[in-house]
């Protein structure tokens, strides 16, 4: 009579002993959110946009499934839906977000003040109120700064170099950054280089057809690409329209380049993206966001395709060409 | 006499003594060898450890070093033309190349013999073409004028990113200087592939103390925190004090590690090589661990053996102290039994051979104490100390044999009182028995008031009549002393003795402890029959005593008696005294 009451009392110990040992392996195991722009697909949850990021978790030797839980939310490529996104990461919950540009870092930041957040942000994350500081920034933000703000002006100069005695540039600015101070850098750049700029605004993809046939009939002698996650995402589009309508092109990524933009300036994106990865784990880790300070890139690319030069009849100065980092031909 | 019983307290037992003797020796040897061991291991490792720190610091260094070199090389190129006319573009082509050749380089800046900016080439910044700017004052143009490669303080762009300015000078006035800005974030992948050990890594220090370089590069951006460069400071002091002995301190993060430094050449930089102590010392921790160990295995093994062979030592003492024992208490048929082939068995064997001795001695006693049962006590000392009980055995003797009793003790003793009797009885054979040590005689029997005497037996002795005789005598003389006291009480006793002599059979008879020495034959009868023939105070003796006697003693013929047992009648004589 007793032995059954015996092996019943063992069989719910062991019950009850498996499942918190199942429940210890799961639960211990950390969430990473993703913040994405475009989609979630890949792989790993979020594997394709987030491609180097992933790569650097790996190198540091975590196990996506296994040693950490990637989350991944989209925003369907829509500035109003990166808030949505964010929020339905916090309510997951995640350990720590993580994000690749600085709209989406804003709208995690305006979501939650407690969760970590590790983003790339585009220029001064002090005046963006992101950080107190460079070397502190006190908050829940921390990462890698893109220095999409600062080099604005140099690539208003290179373009001036490829085209000596360039007058006016048009901009390509989408509004639905206006918060972000590229337009006003370009604006001051401008007038110390001595160019006259003429902003266009671009809100939806649709609209660069639009935009590029109004270019062509002003006569631009060149666009000028903002930074912006709608132009990123477009980059093809862009350079064929560029290519369509004669008109010379200067971007601010390496990618804009390899699909026939004729020139572009920038940091080494998916380095910073991998550097993420770092600060990631030192969170997870135990370290405090505030405490681990903002990297600020350290190379910077000069891209110039020599296909789309040739094509549109621009003879690429010697000074230039020794100095490219990368030509695409 | 008693024998002190109590066991002696062991207080140092010998089979603690042997084994501890064991045992210390051979731990004291293992132990002496393992610390000897270990100190000299321990400081071999350190010196070894020592030396390994200082190359990989040495080693860092110099990568720095040429890092550094690097750069002051590709500078070296912008400054190789003078500023000619013309030469503009060739200047602003090597400017270019150098950024294009040194990451590193954030901008240059080359400056004329005049100290006028010429050109200002950045990756950042826009750039300036003969911008005209005076830079004599400007201590980087300064510098390189002086000593021809000048490098400037570091500092922090921004609070974070770690700068440097870089300064060269052409080999002639004329080309001029070349100023260069430099990130030294670049030396990080310098530093993080330096590798110490297996978790050991090295960093960079400028002058005051801040970390310039370091595998985590967030220490790097944290800026000039005056804490960490105080502390920093403290460690380079340290260092500087071992006099280049890497020394065992606590790191930034609190974690104990050994370090050692060296310096950059060029720069007044120093590089700190860390490993964590753990590991650093992970092989004398390993050195020490095994001869703790074996010392254990040996001391254990030490103590085992120690153990074993104490035993094996002290048992045949033991079976000698039980043997001792069991013999002490009277156990002589106890033998020791020890094979060890060593004095212990030559001990072993003279006890037994003393426990031997002791048994047949004990026999003896026991023999001499059964003679003196019979002998008087001088005799029984004579024949105990010749050695020899064999007076007791069965033998062919002329003997003489005295008879005598108390006259009327049987019908005294129908209606006296029992207390009376023995006390009449005590008396009587204090008397008698005085008398019969005295003249050493044998007492065979007695029963009642009868006693049987015998001279010449065991013991022979001279003129063995003539002594019955007179202790006849005395006898009477003793006990007539007695009779006239019991007259005065109304005890109606007389004495009266008998001597006869002649052949006689002596020896033991009876069975088992219960045996007695006699004499048998006529002698004996005719000895009793005189005894009871003879009255109050007279002593009656046969004919063969009567001539033994001779003149010796007074004796008279009282005339023939017939008694029970003999054919013919008998001369019996009296004895005159």
């Known amino acids: ?329 | 006499m008693t024998i002190d019983d109590t066991p002696v307290q062991l207080r140092r037992s010998l089979f603690r003594k042997y084994f501890t003797a064991l045992f210390a020796t051979v731990v004291v040897l293992l132990v002496a060898n393992g610390i000897g061991d270990a100190w000299f291991g321990y400081r071999d490792q350190r010196a070894m450890l020592d030396a390994v720190l200082r190359s990989e610091a040495a080693s860092a260094a110099a990568q720095i070093g040429s890092f550094l070199d690097g750069i002051k090389d590709q500078l070296g190129w912008t400054v190789q033309q003078a500023w000619d006319a013309g030469t503009e573009g060739q200047h602003r082509l090597s400017a270019l190349g150098a950024l294009r050749q040194v990451p590193a380089i954030i901008s240059i800046a080359l400056i004329d013999a005049a100290g006028s900016e010429r050109l200002f080439v950045s990756r950042v910044e826009l750039n300036r073409m003969a911008s005209g700017v005076d830079r004599t004052a400007d201590p980087a143009v300064a510098g390189a004028r002086s000593v021809s490669t000048w490098y400037g303080p570091v500092r922090y762009s921004g609070g974070s990113e770690p700068f440097m300015t870089m300064a060269v000078a052409g080999n002639r006035k004329a080309a001029g200087v070349a100023v260069a800005e430099i990130n030294l974030k670049l030396i990080w992948e310098v530093i993080s592939s330096i590798r110490v050990g297996q978790t050991g890594h090295a960093f960079v220090l400028d002058q005051p103390g801040r970390i310039i370089a370091h595998p985590d590069i967030s220490l790097v951006l944290r800026g000039a925190d005056e804490q960490i460069s105080a502390a920093m400071r403290r460690l380079r002091d340290e260092l500087v004090e071992s006099s280049g002995r890497a020394i065992t301190t606590e790191n930034a993060a609190g974690k104990t590690v050994v370090m050692a430094m060296a310096p950059v050449r060029g720069v007044d930089w120093m590089v700190f090589v860390e490993q964590p102590l753990s590991e650093a010392f992970a092989p004398i921790y390993r050195a020490l661990w095994r001869t703790g160990a074996l010392l254990l295995v040996g001391a254990t093994s030490a103590a085992m053996l120690a153990y074993w062979l104490a035993r094996r030592m002290t048992r045949p003492i033991r079976k000698l102290e039980e043997g001792a024992d069991r013999i002490g208490s009277g156990r002589f048929d106890h033998r020791i039994v020890i094979a060890t082939g060593d004095e212990l068995e030559q001990l072993a064997n003279r006890f037994n051979r003393m426990a031997g001795e002791l048994a047949i001695s004990q026999e003896r006693s026991e023999r001499i104490a059964r003679l003196k049962r019979f002998l008087a006590p001088q005799v029984a000392e004579l024949v105990e100390k010749a050695g020899d009980d064999g007076v007791l055995s069965g033998q062919r003797a002329e003997v003489v044999v005295l008879f005598c009793d108390l006259r009327g003790f049987t019908a005294f003793s129908a209606h006296a009182k029992p207390e009376d009797i023995i006390q009449v009885l005590g008396d009587y054979y204090k008397a008698i028995g005085a008398t019969i040590t005295k003249f050493e005689a044998t007492l065979t029997s007695f029963s009642g008031d009868g006693v049987m005497v015998l001279v010449n037996a065991p013991v022979p002795c001279p003129e063995p009549a003539i002594r019955a005789t007179e202790m006849a005598i005395d006898m009477q003389s003793a006990v007539q002393g007695l009779v006239t006291r019991w007259n005065s009480r109304r005890y109606q006793l007389g004495f009266g003795v008998g001597i006869a002599m002649g052949p006689a059979a002596v020896g033991q008879i009876g069975y088992e402890s219960r045996v007695e020495y006699t004499a048998i034959g006529s002698v004996v009868n005719l000895a009793a029959r005189l005894c009871a023939s003879a009255e109050d105070k007279q002593i009656l003796v046969d004919a063969v005593v009567a001539q033994a006697l001779g003149d010796k003693v007074l004796h008279v013929a009282l005339g023939a008696r017939r008694f029970k047992g003999y054919d013919e009648q008998m001369t019996v004589y009296g004895i005159r005294y």
């Open chain 1, 1 to 329: 009579m007793w032995q059954k009451q015996i092996c019943i009392l063992a069989l719910v110990l062991v019950t009850i002993l498996a499942d918190r040992a199942a429940g210890q392996s799961a639960g211990q195991a950390p969430r990473i959110g993703l913040l994405a722009w475009s989609s979630c697909e890949g792989d790993v949850p979020g594997g394709g946009e987030f491609d180097p990021f992933v790569r650097g978790l790996v190198e540091l030797g975590y196990k996506p499934g296994e040693s950490i839980i990637i989350e991944c939310r989209s925003a369907g490529r829509r500035y109003d839906h990166l808030a949505v996104a964010a929020a339905e990461l916090v309510q997951i919950p995640v350990d720590v977000i993580v994000s690749s540009s600085e709209p989406a870092g804003r709208s995690a930041h305006r979501v939650t003040d407690k969760v970590p957040i590790v983003t790339i942000v585009s220029g001064d994350p002090v005046a963006a109120g992101l950080a107190q500081s460079l070397a502190k920034p006190g908050g829940n933000v921390t990462g890698a700064s893109y220095y999409a703000t600062e080099l604005t002006a140099k690539r208003l100069e290179f373009l001036q170099e490829l085209l000596p005695g360039i007058t006016t540039v048009d901009v390509l600015s989408n509004p639905d950054v206006a918060y972000l101070p590229f337009e006003n850098d370009a604006k001051q750049a401008a007038g110390r280089l001595g160019i006259t700029l003429r902003i266009r605004l671009v809100r939806k993809p649709e609209e660069l057809d639009n935009a590029f046939s109004t270019m062509e009939l002003a006569r631009a002698q060149a666009v000028f690409v903002l930074p912006d996650l709608m132009f990123a995402w477009e980059g093809e589009r862009i350079a064929a329209l560029a290519l369509k309508y004669r008109v010379p092109s200067m971007a601010w990524g390496t990618w804009f380049t390899e699909v026939g933009c004729l020139m572009s300036y920038s940091a080494r994106y998916d380095e910073m993206q991998q550097r993420l990865a770092f600060y990631v784990d030192r969170i997870l880790k135990g370290a405090k966001p505030g405490d681990l300070p903002i990297e600020q890139p350290t190379t910077f690319d000069l891209s110039i395709n020599l296909k789309t030069a040739k094509a549109l009849g621009v003879q690429v100065p010697e000074t230039l060409l020794l100095r490219a980092d990368k030509i695409v031909e």
